[in-house]
């Protein structure tokens, strides 16, 4: 009323005041409007005073054509019901998911919601289609390299070792087994004692040709339990090698224990006597989830005991019997069955086959 007022006196034209006031009023509510829709759309909530926001707009647009005449130009960007266009559009009454004034197909609607994802369906708001899609939907995920399957491999290869009398020799013993070495750790295999390095861990596994493979364990011993110094030391100084040091560092959490066919790492506890090659097998493809494709014609598993090393031919990998020149004469009835001072480095060998000694 105040508008329509001062825009009817005789006496006086409007003042250059009240143009500002106007235009400043007009853009405030148009913005606060424009805020209250997009929540709407957006499933939000309306709340019932955002209808006198829609008649206030009214209002303003009434009282902006009220005073239009040749002393306003200038003062309204462009043409002044340009601002208030937008009003004829809003949606009001109820929920304000109604329509008003809105076209029923997208194409007939202003050029500015042609594309909108909400659009007119009779008297309701619906939408129609999805909002634009943006950098992050529809980029493809990121996902580790995986390997596909026999067939797929990248030249690599893998050294797997059993840790009682292969790894290691018979606790204590460097009289009967010269090239041995004994260190200040527990070893719990066998009765106990003090943990023995065999003639190949103490010259090191590197100096075979597992030194150009990826590197794992699997035993149906513990060593002396995950987290035990003894078993510390197999992973930190043992387990040592160009291409595993290079991987280990590639993928840190690698460095923890396993235990049966329950494969997140390549060192494994407890999988028993007769089944390694599913353990193995399983090291093998968790290999393949980080990136390092190896066939199985690749994966050379090395092992003192005579009875775990035929069994491997079932999942076309390749074992090798170590331990050949000694055996204990003590365990299994002198039967030979376990070896004694452990592997040597020269019966670490890339050869195709399950083989047995002698």
Request: net charge positive.
């Given at each position: 009323?105040?508008?329509?007022?001062?825009?009817?006196?005789?006496?006086?034209?409007?003042?250059?005041?009240?143009?500002?006031?106007?235009?400043?009023?007009?853009?405030?509510?148009?913005?606060?409007?424009?805020?209250?829709?997009?929540?709407?759309?957006?499933?939000?909530?309306?709340?019932?005073?955002?209808?006198?926001?829609?008649?206030?707009?009214?209002?303003?647009?009434?009282?902006?054509?009220?005073?239009?005449?040749?002393?306003?130009?200038?003062?309204?960007?462009?043409?002044?019901?340009?601002?208030?266009?937008?009003?004829?559009?809003?949606?009001?009454?109820?929920?304000?998911?109604?329509?008003?004034?809105?076209?029923?197909?997208?194409?007939?609607?202003?050029?500015?919601?042609?594309?909108?994802?909400?659009?007119?369906?009779?008297?309701?708001?619906?939408?129609?289609?999805?909002?634009?899609?943006?950098?992050?939907?529809?980029?493809?995920?990121?996902?580790?390299?995986?390997?596909?399957?026999?067939?797929?491999?990248?030249?690599?290869?893998?050294?797997?070792?059993?840790?009682?009398?292969?790894?290691?020799?018979?606790?204590?013993?460097?009289?009967?087994?010269?090239?041995?070495?004994?260190?200040?750790?527990?070893d719990s295999a066998y009765?106990?004692?003090?943990?023995?390095?065999?003639?190949?861990?103490?010259?090191?596994?590197?100096?075979?040709?597992?030194?150009?493979?990826?590197?794992?364990?699997?035993?149906?011993?513990?060593?002396?339990?995950?987290?035990?110094?003894?078993?510390?030391?197999?992973?930190?100084?043992?387990?040592?090698?160009?291409?595993?040091?290079?991987?280990?560092?590639?993928?840190?959490?690698?460095?923890?224990?396993?235990?049966?066919?329950?494969?997140?790492?390549?060192?494994?506890?407890?999988?028993?006597?007769?089944?390694?090659?599913?353990?193995?097998?399983?090291?093998?493809?968790?290999?393949?989830?980080?990136?390092?494709?190896?066939?199985?014609?690749?994966?050379?598993?090395?092992?003192?005991?005579?009875?775990?090393?035929?069994?491997?031919?079932?999942?076309?990998?390749?074992?090798?019997?170590?331990?050949?020149?000694?055996?204990?004469?003590?365990?299994?009835?002198?039967?030979?069955?376990?070896?004694?001072?452990?592997?040597?480095?020269?019966?670490v060998q890339r050869v195709?086959?399950?083989?047995?000694?002698?």
């Amino acid at each position: 009323i105040w508008y329509r007022g001062a825009s009817q006196s005789t006496d006086r034209g409007p003042s250059r005041a009240m143009a500002l006031v106007v235009r400043a009023l007009s853009s405030l509510v148009v913005l606060a409007a424009a805020a209250r829709d997009e929540a709407c759309a957006a499933g939000g909530a309306c709340s019932k005073g955002a209808v006198g926001t829609d008649n206030l707009l009214l209002q303003v647009a009434r009282a902006q054509r009220a005073t239009r005449d040749d002393r306003w130009a200038g003062w309204f960007p462009g043409d002044p019901e340009d601002a208030f266009q937008g009003v004829q559009r809003r949606r009001r009454y109820k929920d304000m998911g109604s329509c008003r004034r809105r076209h029923s197909t997208a194409s007939s609607n202003p050029p500015e919601e042609a594309n909108s994802e909400w659009q007119c369906r009779g008297q309701t708001m619906v939408k129609v289609g999805p909002p634009p899609p943006t950098e992050s939907s529809t980029a493809p995920p990121r996902t580790a390299p995986q390997c596909g399957g026999a067939g797929n491999g990248t030249g690599a290869c893998l050294c797997m070792f059993d840790i009682d009398r292969t790894l290691t020799g018979r606790q204590g013993d460097t009289h009967n087994c010269p090239q041995n070495r004994v260190l200040g750790y527990h070893d719990s295999a066998y009765g106990g004692g003090q943990a023995t390095l065999s003639a190949l861990t103490a010259a090191g596994i590197h100096t075979t040709f597992c030194d150009q493979c990826h590197l794992g364990i699997t035993s149906a011993g513990h060593g002396s339990g995950a987290g035990s110094p003894w078993n510390d030391y197999l992973l930190d100084h043992v387990m040592r090698g160009r291409v595993h040091d290079a991987f280990m560092r590639r993928v840190p959490h690698a460095r923890q224990w396993s235990e049966g066919t329950g494969v997140h790492s390549p060192f494994v506890l407890k999988q028993g006597n007769k089944v390694k090659q599913e353990a193995v097998e399983l090291v093998r493809q968790w290999y393949g989830r980080q990136g390092a494709c190896i066939e199985p014609g690749e994966v050379y598993f090395f092992e003192d005991r005579t009875e775990n090393v035929r069994p491997f031919a079932e999942r076309g990998l390749n074992s090798r019997e170590i331990s050949c020149g000694s055996r204990d004469p003590s365990l299994y009835g002198g039967t030979g069955m376990v070896g004694y001072c452990g592997a040597r480095p020269e019966e670490v060998q890339r050869v195709k086959g399950n083989i047995l000694c002698g």
